[in-house]
Nanobody, 121 residues
């Protein structure tokens, strides 16, 4: 069993910064790509950023230059540094990881429970 736990969300003023963390735990053999997604009220879940096991990164256009994704493989953790936050960044942010569980022959995606980010004055 693999679990993903996000932390670091909260209320921040426009122009402010937050750093989200997502730690994977459980019976893990290896972790491939890890990523962040978000879902605003009334909208579909959308990609924020993804990082591969080789540290290649992909960002949604609206996040480029403001958000930075990184990972610490020793801690099975992915981070999202968010700067210059805007009210339209308000959403629940979810972590996703593509994991090979110990003893498994295949990879599967796991999701965290989500963390709320609210950007408001």
């Amino acid at each position: 069993q693999v679990q993903l736990v996000e932390s670091g969300g909260g209320l921040v003023q426009p122009g402010g910064s937050l750093r989200l963390s997502c730690a994977a735990s459980g019976s893990i053999f290896s972790i491939n790509a890890m990523g962040w997604y978000r879902q605003a009220p009334g909208k579909e879940r959308e990609l924020v950023a993804v990082i591969t096991s080789g540290d290649l990164t992909t960002y949604a256009d609206s996040m480029k230059g403001r958000f930075t994704i990184s990972r610490d493989n020793a801690k099975n953790t992915v981070y999202l540094q968010m700067n210059s936050l805007k009210p339209e960044d308000t959403a629940v942010y979810y972590c996703k990881a593509n994991v090979r569980a110990a003893g498994s022959y295949y990879d599967r995606n796991y999701w965290g429970q989500g963390t709320q980010v609210t950007v408001s004055s």
